[in-house]
């Protein structure tokens, strides 16, 4: 690992935990608009570039993602996840507080994803606030979009494709909303997150995926 890489490290949110990688997804995660200074945010620019030094890092052995996110750009998000699903080094993820919008497909790209007990998930449908131009294809945009999240939510969990789009398009949970908040204890209910547990389940789910894959090496 390079200067750099190691400085992208230091810089945003990942830290070493011995031959483990921690990264931290908080905030709001940002894409191609520039969010403000006193917004916090997780830029995405700077985790892909991370990701893939931890990838080749021989030093690495595996990578913990800690999510407490508040929503953000859904493709910078889904940009994340699919390089977390496509890494071959044992990755775990947390959920910790809450994983509203985009954090469950951060959550569930992991080779196996945890929620802590107190912790929530909110699941809804893609949606934009204010007028709306071009109203056919803006739908139809919404759509693709939404399809995007759905396959992926699908392909990486256990939850069934009926009962995701019941949950986010649920009309009697949020005051002003569609869509559904999950306790921890639910997510793994439904199959969205693999178990309820905390730091050191996912480290010792980490330690001990490492210790088999290398004894499968050897």
């Not at 509203?100 to 893609?126: K, M």
């Not at 949020?174 to 309820?196: N, P, R």
């Amino acid at each position: 690992m390079n200067e750099q890489d190691a400085k992208h490290i230091q810089d945003f949110g990942a830290q070493r935990l011995g031959e483990i990688h921690c990264l931290t997804i908080i905030g709001q995660v940002e894409g191609h608009q520039v969010l403000g200074e006193d917004t916090k945010t997780t830029k995405y620019e700077h985790v892909l570039p991370l990701l893939a030094a931890i990838e080749e890092s021989p030093e690495v052995g595996g990578l913990l993602v800690l999510i407490n996110t508040v929503g953000g750009d859904v493709d910078a998000g889904l940009g994340i996840a699919e390089m977390i699903a496509g890494m071959t080094k044992p990755t775990a993820s947390l959920i910790l507080g809450g994983g509203h919008s985009i954090g469950a497909p951060l959550a569930v790209a992991a080779d196996r994803s945890f929620v802590a007990p107190s912790a929530a998930v909110t699941l809804h449908p893609v949606r934009l606030t204010g007028v709306v131009l071009g109203a056919p294809q803006t739908y139809r945009y919404f759509a693709q979009m939404q399809e995007r999240i759905v396959g992926f939510l699908t392909a990486h969990s256990a939850i069934r494709r009926e009962q995701l789009m019941d949950y986010m398009l649920a009309t009697d949970t949020l005051a002003s909303d569609i869509g559904t908040v999950l306790t921890g204890e639910e997510c793994v209910q439904c199959g969205l997150i693999d178990a309820l547990g905390g730091l050191s389940d996912a480290l010792g789910w980490l330690h001990g995926e490492i210790a088999c894959r290398r004894a499968g090496e050897s």
